[in-house]
Protein backbone atom coordinates (compact mmCIF):
# COMPACT_ATOMS: atom_id res chain seq x y z
CA UNK A 1 0.00 0.00 0.00
CA UNK A 2 1.71 3.41 -0.87
CA UNK A 3 2.45 5.66 1.64
CA UNK A 4 0.39 8.82 2.62
CA UNK A 5 1.00 11.86 4.75
CA UNK A 6 -2.29 13.06 6.48
CA UNK A 7 -2.41 16.60 5.35
CA UNK A 8 1.02 16.92 5.09
CA UNK A 9 2.17 16.86 8.33
CA UNK A 10 4.61 14.80 10.20
CA UNK A 11 3.18 11.39 11.89
CA UNK A 12 2.44 11.68 15.59
CA UNK A 13 3.64 7.95 17.01
CA UNK A 14 3.72 6.83 20.21
CA UNK A 15 5.85 3.67 19.92
CA UNK A 16 5.85 2.31 23.38
CA UNK A 17 1.82 1.46 25.17
CA UNK A 18 1.15 -1.82 27.02
CA UNK A 19 -2.45 -3.89 26.16
CA UNK A 20 -4.35 -6.77 28.13
CA UNK A 21 -1.70 -9.18 26.35
CA UNK A 22 0.96 -8.32 29.31
CA UNK A 23 0.24 -6.44 32.36
CA UNK A 24 -1.52 -3.25 30.56
CA UNK A 25 -5.64 -2.54 31.36
CA UNK A 26 -6.82 -2.13 27.94
CA UNK A 27 -7.23 -4.76 24.91
CA UNK A 28 -5.42 -4.49 22.19
CA UNK A 29 -8.32 -3.29 20.32
CA UNK A 30 -9.37 -0.46 23.13
CA UNK A 31 -5.90 0.74 22.34
CA UNK A 32 -6.47 1.17 18.58
CA UNK A 33 -9.66 3.02 19.66
CA UNK A 34 -8.16 5.54 21.79
CA UNK A 35 -5.16 6.25 19.75
CA UNK A 36 -7.78 7.25 17.13
CA UNK A 37 -9.44 9.09 19.28
CA UNK A 38 -6.06 10.75 20.78
CA UNK A 39 -5.37 11.56 17.08
CA UNK A 40 -2.14 9.62 16.74
CA UNK A 41 -0.99 8.20 12.79
CA UNK A 42 1.58 5.39 14.35
CA UNK A 43 1.35 3.36 17.08
CA UNK A 44 3.59 0.16 18.75
CA UNK A 45 1.96 -1.97 21.52
CA UNK A 46 5.03 -2.98 23.37
CA UNK A 47 3.67 -5.68 25.23
CA UNK A 48 6.06 -7.35 27.90
CA UNK A 49 7.94 -10.57 25.91
CA UNK A 50 4.89 -10.94 23.62
CA UNK A 51 4.08 -9.54 19.66
CA UNK A 52 0.58 -10.78 20.39
CA UNK A 53 -1.21 -7.64 21.35
CA UNK A 54 0.58 -5.77 18.40
CA UNK A 55 -0.84 -8.56 15.86
CA UNK A 56 -4.26 -8.47 17.22
CA UNK A 57 -3.90 -4.51 17.34
CA UNK A 58 -3.22 -4.59 13.39
CA UNK A 59 -5.48 -6.92 12.53
CA UNK A 60 -8.46 -5.11 14.26
CA UNK A 61 -7.29 -1.63 12.85
CA UNK A 62 -7.26 -3.28 9.21
CA UNK A 63 -10.24 -4.86 9.52
CA UNK A 64 -12.22 -1.27 10.50
CA UNK A 65 -10.82 0.14 7.90
CA UNK A 66 -8.81 2.19 10.13
CA UNK A 67 -5.46 5.02 8.76
CA UNK A 68 -4.12 4.19 11.96
CA UNK A 69 -0.47 2.22 11.17
CA UNK A 70 0.13 -0.50 14.09
CA UNK A 71 3.56 -1.73 14.36
CA UNK A 72 4.42 -4.86 15.49
CA UNK A 73 6.48 -4.60 18.45
CA UNK A 74 7.36 -5.87 21.92
CA UNK A 75 9.27 -5.37 24.95
CA UNK A 76 11.85 -7.75 25.69
CA UNK A 77 13.45 -9.01 28.41
CA UNK A 78 16.96 -9.02 27.62
CA UNK A 79 20.23 -10.44 30.02
CA UNK A 80 20.95 -7.02 29.74
CA UNK A 81 17.74 -5.11 30.35
CA UNK A 82 14.54 -4.41 28.71
CA UNK A 83 14.65 -3.28 24.72
CA UNK A 84 12.08 -2.28 22.19
CA UNK A 85 11.69 -4.52 19.51
CA UNK A 86 9.99 -2.73 16.45
CA UNK A 87 8.94 -4.20 13.08
CA UNK A 88 6.78 -3.87 9.89
CA UNK A 89 4.76 -6.85 9.39
CA UNK A 90 6.50 -9.47 10.93
CA UNK A 91 7.30 -10.47 14.12
CA UNK A 92 11.26 -12.00 13.90
CA UNK A 93 10.97 -16.18 14.40
CA UNK A 94 13.61 -16.70 16.89
CA UNK A 95 13.92 -14.42 19.79
CA UNK A 96 17.38 -14.36 21.82
CA UNK A 97 17.87 -13.36 25.58
CA UNK A 98 21.32 -12.10 25.05
CA UNK A 99 21.09 -8.52 23.74
CA UNK A 100 23.93 -9.14 21.22
CA UNK A 101 21.96 -11.65 19.49
CA UNK A 102 18.63 -10.21 19.41
CA UNK A 103 20.32 -7.21 17.65
CA UNK A 104 21.53 -9.50 15.06
CA UNK A 105 17.86 -11.47 14.84
CA UNK A 106 16.06 -8.12 14.92
CA UNK A 107 18.11 -5.98 12.51
CA UNK A 108 17.92 -9.72 9.92
CA UNK A 109 14.29 -9.33 10.13
CA UNK A 110 14.31 -5.62 9.27
CA UNK A 111 13.17 -4.58 12.67
CA UNK A 112 14.32 -1.41 14.98
CA UNK A 113 16.25 -2.60 18.21
CA UNK A 114 15.16 1.01 21.15
CA UNK A 115 16.50 1.22 24.55
CA UNK A 116 13.76 1.55 26.62
CA UNK A 117 13.89 3.56 29.31
CA UNK A 118 17.96 3.08 29.84
CA UNK A 119 18.60 4.59 33.11
CA UNK A 120 15.56 4.68 34.77
CA UNK A 121 16.62 2.91 37.99
CA UNK A 122 13.21 1.53 39.07
CA UNK A 123 12.68 -0.32 36.05
CA UNK A 124 14.95 -2.62 34.42
CA UNK A 125 16.68 -0.65 31.58
CA UNK A 126 20.10 -1.65 30.23
CA UNK A 127 22.01 1.30 32.24
CA UNK A 128 25.45 2.17 30.78
CA UNK A 129 25.55 -1.32 28.99
CA UNK A 130 23.61 1.24 26.42
CA UNK A 131 27.13 2.48 25.39
CA UNK A 132 28.27 -0.98 24.18
CA UNK A 133 25.44 -1.85 21.73
CA UNK A 134 24.42 -0.45 18.34
CA UNK A 135 20.82 0.82 19.12
CA UNK A 136 18.51 2.18 15.87
CA UNK A 137 17.04 4.22 18.71
CA UNK A 138 17.12 5.48 22.34
CA UNK A 139 14.16 6.05 24.15
CA UNK A 140 14.98 9.78 25.07
CA UNK A 141 11.59 10.67 27.21
CA UNK A 142 9.63 8.10 28.76
CA UNK A 143 6.43 9.88 30.49
CA UNK A 144 6.32 7.54 33.82
CA UNK A 145 9.97 7.64 34.21
CA UNK A 146 11.83 10.65 36.16
CA UNK A 147 13.19 13.87 34.66
CA UNK A 148 16.91 12.67 35.94
CA UNK A 149 16.96 9.41 33.56
CA UNK A 150 14.97 10.79 30.99
CA UNK A 151 17.60 13.41 30.92
CA UNK A 152 20.55 11.24 31.14
CA UNK A 153 19.15 9.17 28.16
CA UNK A 154 19.13 12.10 26.06
CA UNK A 155 22.45 13.40 26.44
CA UNK A 156 23.42 9.54 25.86
CA UNK A 157 21.36 9.88 22.33
CA UNK A 158 23.03 12.95 21.79
CA UNK A 159 26.32 11.58 22.58
CA UNK A 160 26.22 8.26 20.60
CA UNK A 161 24.44 10.13 17.60
CA UNK A 162 21.47 7.99 18.04
CA UNK A 163 18.00 8.96 17.37
CA UNK A 164 15.32 10.01 20.12
CA UNK A 165 12.08 8.81 21.02
CA UNK A 166 9.47 9.96 23.49
CA UNK A 167 6.61 7.62 24.15
CA UNK A 168 4.09 7.28 26.39
CA UNK A 169 4.66 3.71 27.95
CA UNK A 170 0.96 3.80 28.73
CA UNK A 171 -0.92 0.83 31.11
CA UNK A 172 -4.14 2.62 30.99
CA UNK A 173 -5.82 3.64 28.11
CA UNK A 174 -5.63 7.46 29.59
CA UNK A 175 -2.06 7.77 29.47
CA UNK A 176 -1.70 6.91 25.60
CA UNK A 177 -0.07 9.76 23.36
CA UNK A 178 0.72 11.60 26.44
CA UNK A 179 4.32 11.35 25.04
CA UNK A 180 5.04 10.80 21.61
CA UNK A 181 7.01 11.13 18.28
CA UNK A 182 6.92 13.18 15.41
CA UNK A 183 8.07 11.04 12.36
CA UNK A 184 8.58 13.10 9.06
CA UNK A 185 7.65 10.10 7.13
CA UNK A 186 4.95 8.81 4.84
CA UNK A 187 2.05 6.79 6.55
CA UNK A 188 3.96 3.32 5.86
CA UNK A 189 5.40 0.82 7.71
CA UNK A 190 8.96 1.09 5.38
CA UNK A 191 9.16 4.50 5.69
CA UNK A 192 8.18 5.04 9.32
CA UNK A 193 11.19 3.05 10.04
CA UNK A 194 13.27 4.09 7.57
CA UNK A 195 12.57 7.64 8.92
CA UNK A 196 13.19 6.65 12.55
CA UNK A 197 16.72 4.78 11.33
CA UNK A 198 17.27 7.82 9.80
CA UNK A 199 16.79 10.67 12.80
CA UNK A 200 14.09 12.15 10.73
CA UNK A 201 12.03 12.13 14.13
CA UNK A 202 11.54 15.05 17.06
CA UNK A 203 10.23 13.91 20.63
CA UNK A 204 7.64 15.33 22.36
CA UNK A 205 7.60 15.23 25.80
CA UNK A 206 4.40 15.09 28.08
CA UNK A 207 3.28 13.70 31.22
CA UNK A 208 -0.15 11.70 31.75
CA UNK A 209 -3.05 13.39 33.01
CA UNK A 210 -3.75 13.69 37.03
CA UNK A 211 -6.63 11.02 36.02
CA UNK A 212 -4.41 9.22 33.91
CA UNK A 213 -1.77 8.92 36.71
CA UNK A 214 -4.34 8.10 39.07
CA UNK A 215 -6.06 5.51 36.72
CA UNK A 216 -2.31 3.81 36.39
CA UNK A 217 -1.66 3.66 39.78
CA UNK A 218 -5.00 1.52 41.01
CA UNK A 219 -4.30 -0.58 37.74
CA UNK A 220 -0.91 -1.23 39.39
CA UNK A 221 -1.93 -1.72 42.51
CA UNK A 222 -5.18 -4.19 41.80
CA UNK A 223 -2.49 -6.21 39.81
CA UNK A 224 0.27 -6.68 42.88
CA UNK A 225 -2.74 -7.64 45.15
CA UNK A 226 -4.03 -9.93 42.47
CA UNK A 227 -7.17 -8.22 42.22
CA UNK A 228 -6.83 -8.56 38.31
CA UNK A 229 -6.33 -11.15 35.65
CA UNK A 230 -2.86 -11.55 35.42
CA UNK A 231 -3.05 -14.22 32.32
CA UNK A 232 -0.60 -13.32 29.43
CA UNK A 233 -2.89 -14.66 26.03
CA UNK A 234 0.61 -15.00 24.20
CA UNK A 235 4.42 -15.37 24.94
CA UNK A 236 7.31 -14.57 23.02
CA UNK A 237 8.46 -18.42 23.49
CA UNK A 238 5.72 -19.33 20.98
CA UNK A 239 7.22 -17.69 18.67
CA UNK A 240 10.36 -19.35 18.59
CA UNK A 241 13.80 -20.63 20.70
CA UNK A 242 14.66 -18.21 23.66
CA UNK A 243 18.37 -18.09 24.61
Not at 93 to 117: K, N, Q, T
Request: proline residues 4%; negative net charge.
Amino acid sequence: MPGRRRGGARLKADLHIHSSVSDGKPAPEEVVLEAEARGLDVIAITDHDSFEGSLRARRFARARGSELLVLVGAEVRTEQGDVLVLCGANAPERVPRRLDELIDVAHGSGCLVVAAHPFDVRRYGVGGRLYDYRWDAIEVFNAMSDPLSNERARQAAQQLGVPGLASSDAHVADAIGSAYTLVDAELSEDDVLDAIRAGRVKPVAGRPSIVALAKTVAWSVGRRLGLHDRRRLSKIEELGELM
